[in-house]
């Protein structure tokens, strides 16, 4: 990109639609997507429970520099998942409780880096939701230019504002704006098939039987046998 931009106008998700994904899931949504769009599982859940859907306010900053994420703050409205990267890998903890209460003023519902995040028992005392690449005491400075609300790549995928980002304890999902919709109703299927899968599990049906895997299992050449044949022991 030629210039640094901090971009006022992004066109926000159907919050229905956001909702309805940050409740089916990280795994589902994958699934539904087409297993597109997932975030690489380096860029983890820095505690246990947090489920979080929003609408995707990007920053491209500099390696150790926080500049562009207190520039990104005032885009913030409520429900928005700030998408942190650097323009080289860096795992500097650039973000931290005092950013975090920044954002919490904004009812901004989680940050998700490919970056460092340091600070994070008080981050986990605020509840304030946090999935990054590292956990670095890394200092940084305020010094370079980047931008705000211009296309991404974080954990390897393009994220782009506005963008839905799901995630949970599973890792992080970022579904195209355009998209959006289409996944969720494609996860309301899969979900409602695999109420019908978990009930016949629970009731004792085999995974072999209901998927129909013994004939897989015996093209592929697995062999049921009582004992090891002596010439494989
Ligand atoms: O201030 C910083 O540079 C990052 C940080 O630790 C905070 O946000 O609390
Ligand atoms: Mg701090």
Known sequence: MAGHY?????????????????????????????RTGLVAPAVRPRQD?????????????HP??????HAAVEMCREGDVLVVTTTSPSTDGMFGDLLAASLLSRGVAGIVTDAGVRDIASLRAMGF????????????????PGSVNVPV?????VVRPG??????????????????????????????????????LRSGVLGVD????????????????????????
């Open 64 to 69: 150790g520099d926080n500049l562009m994420i």
């Open 6 to 34: 901090v971009v006022r106008n992004v066109p926000r998700p159907d919050p229905e639609v956001v909702a309805g994904l940050r409740d089916a899931g990280v795994a589902t949504v994958h699934e539904a997507a087409g």
């Open 129 to 144: 939701p946090v999935w990054a690449r590292a956990v670095s005491a890394q200092g940084t400075v305020k010094a370079s």
């Open 49 to 61: 429970g947090a489920v979080i859907a929003g609408s995707a306010v990007t920053v491209s900053s």
């Open 210 to 233: 209901m998927y129909g895997l013994r004939e897989l299992l015996s093209r592929l050449g697995v062999s049921y046998v009582d004992d090891l044949p002596e010439e494989d022991a």
């Open 163 to 200: 963008d839905v980002v799901v995630a949970d304890d599973d890792g992080v999902m970022c579904v195209p704006a355009a998209s959006a919709a289409d996944v969720l109703a494609r996860a309301r299927t899969r979900i409602a098939a695999e109420e019908d899968k978990r009930a016949a």
């Open 153 to 157: 790549v974080c954990g390897g995928q």
